[in-house]
């Protein structure tokens, strides 16, 4: 049956929510826009005068596509080249979704991401979907075709999970950017001191390069490694440089609503450093230089101003 301009619209409405479900599903852009799609062809097929909540109906229809494609994701991550990291998104970018509670801005951080990826599929759509949308178990149990009480354990099972796996320290904007800039401002000098004393005694570095960029599979492990190895990424020369086709230009920002390093050569984002910070140092240091997961920052960044400028140039 061919959709009204009215049920068209009614899709629309929910694109935005569709859209921040399947990012914080798969820690991909790429593949929330394809599974939002596959829900719209599917609402386009529908009888949608015999839908009697349409929003649930297509939170379902999202749903339960995008936990199959979490399945044959994990087949293909067996064979992606080093680690896999989700895919950083830039404050400002409505994939973002919803960020007026704490449990929404955590939902969708950067380590938070991370972590979702141990738990199974349907412990993640449960989490998402209660943790970021407030949805009741009920709905939930729904939209899973499980029972409230399973939709319950999963839930505790996967807070736990996430829990466990993270200090959890809320940073405004005004405070990541000042992370970053400590953080620089350390990693520039050409000595390892300085940004051990930022680092956790524990904290770690690992990076994303999908086999198109030079990434180490291996993470750095503890203060001096990880402040070794910063030290010499931040080194300028002209090997960096023919590599990503000119001068990197390095600029403090927030990704995922955490401190962010982003590197931009000509207007291209080649690498996003997403710096996990609690009130003891920062943690952790996450790379993506996938140039298959910069495709959306670097389209959010051209449309943006950036009127404070680079901090650094390599």
Not at 132 to 144: M, S
Not at 179 to 202: K, N, S
């Amino acid at each position: 049956m061919a959709l009204i301009t009215s049920d068209v619209d009614r899709f629309q409405a929910a694109r935005p929510r569709l859209e921040a479900i399947a990012y914080r599903l798969l820690g991909s852009a790429s593949e929330a826009e394809d599974a939002v799609q596959e829900t719209f062809l599917r609402w386009q097929a529908a009888d949608v005068r015999r839908i009697e909540v349409p929003e649930a109906w297509l939170t379902k229809v999202l749903t339960n596509w995008c936990l199959n494609m979490l399945t044959s994701a994990r087949a293909r991550r067996e064979t992606y080249v080093g680690r896999w990291l989700p895919e950083p998104l830039l404050t400002g970018d409505p994939m973002l979704g919803p960020a007026d509670t704490a449990e929404q801005r955590e939902s969708v951080s950067y380590a938070v991401l991370v972590l979702l990826e141990r738990l199974s599929p349907n412990e993640r759509a449960v989490y998402v979907l209660r943790e970021a949308f407030d949805y009741p178990h009920r709905e939930i149990a729904e939209v899973l075709e499980i029972s409230e009480a399973a939709s319950q354990q999963l839930y505790h099972r996967a807070k736990k999970h996430i829990t466990d796996g993270r200090a959890h320290t809320e940073i405004d904007k005004a405070a990541a950017r000042r992370i970053v800039e400590e953080f620089l401002a350390a990693a520039t000098t050409g000595r390892t001191e300085p940004l051990v004393r930022l680092l956790t005694q524990d904290a770690f570095a690992v990076g994303d390069g999908g086999g198109k960029v030079p990434a180490r599979t291996k993470a750095f492990e503890g203060a001096l490694a990880v402040a070794t190895f910063m030290r010499g990424l931040f080194k300028p020369g002209a090997a960096k440089r023919a590599h990503v086709g000119g001068t990197p230009e390095i600029y403090a920002a927030t990704a995922n609503g955490g401190p962010a390093v982003v590197a931009v050569v000509e207007g291209r984002v080649v690498g996003i450093i997403c710096l996990e910070a609690t009130a003891e140092g920062i943690v952790a240091i996450r790379s993506q230089a996938n140039p298959d997961k910069l495709v959306r920052a670097t389209e959010q960044w051209s449309a943006a101003d950036h009127p404070e400028g680079p901090l650094h140039t390599l």
